[in-house]
Nanobody, 111 residues
């Protein structure tokens, strides 16, 4: 199976920024990638999709604050997060080709 590993999570104050990384063990060229997040007790929320064409889609909840990018040369996608809010606190997951998930990285936004 393809393995994806998220990293970059941590504790950040409201209004701050973090950049998450997702490294895949296989090529991401021509592969749909996506970012999700999940709060305990709630369903997993789709927040961004990265199409092979370069088109990037965002959920309304993060549009204008988060930027997703891909680096096909190192099989890695990124999620740049700014203007973080307490409601952004969640475990963030990366998904490869609509199938494989990473284990997640925790983001906590708190004073």
């Amino acid at each position: 199976q393809v393995q994806v590993v998220e990293s970059g999570g941590g504790l950040v104050q409201p209004g701050g920024s973090l950049t998450l990384s997702c490294a895949a063990s296989e090529s991401i060229v021509n592969v749909d990638m996506a970012w999700y997040r999940q709060v305990p007790g709630k369903s997993r929320e789709w927040i961004s999709g990265l199409r092979p064409s370069g088109t990037i889609l965002y959920a309304d909840s993060v549009k204008g604050r988060f930027t997703a990018t891909r680096d096909n040369g190192i099989n890695t996608v990124y999620l740049q997060m700014s203007s973080l809010e307490p409601d952004d606190t969640a475990t963030y997951y990366c998904r490869y080709s609509g199938r494989e998930w990473g284990r997640g990285t925790q983001v906590t936004v708190s004073s």
